[in-house]
């Protein structure tokens, strides 16, 4: 049976308070430049390689943030990975759990996840 509705994700939305700080934030950890625009005042649309992550302050709510991670963030090297974390001073919800992911928090409180491929 054929759908219309294709077999991927397009985006994955996240909550945040502030749109420029979380848009900061998220940039200096994924290793991207900071520039792009702000849509409508509350939209930042992360570029990413792959399903895209975009930054809404319009659905921000304490109700609303993720309490476990909806996707996780690739890495090769689970070790560095972690390690770049904690001097960024992340706020890091769990040790390496069985030498293939960690959870994080962002400033906004959503928990994600970094796992290796």
Avoid at 40 to 66: A, N, Q
Avoid at 75 to 85: C, F, K, L
Wanted: charged share 20%; aromatic share 12%; hydrophobic share 35%.
């Amino acid at each position: 049976m054929n759908s219309p509705i294709l077999n991927e994700i397009g985006t994955v939305f996240i909550p945040v308070k502030n749109i420029e700080e979380s848009r900061d934030w998220y940039c200096e950890i994924l290793g991207l430049d900071a520039g792009g625009e702000i849509a409508f005042g509350h939209l930042y649309i992360l570029p990413m390689k792959s399903t895209g992550i975009v930054l809404d302050s319009k659905i921000y709510s304490d109700e609303k943030v993720y309490k476990m991670a909806p996707f996780h963030l690739n890495t090769t090297d689970i070790q560095e990975a972690y390690s770049y974390m904690k001097e960024k001073k992340v706020t890091l919800t769990s040790e390496i759990q069985h030498d293939q992911y960690f959870t994080f928090q962002d400033p906004n409180g959503n928990h994600l996840m970094v796992c290796q491929c």
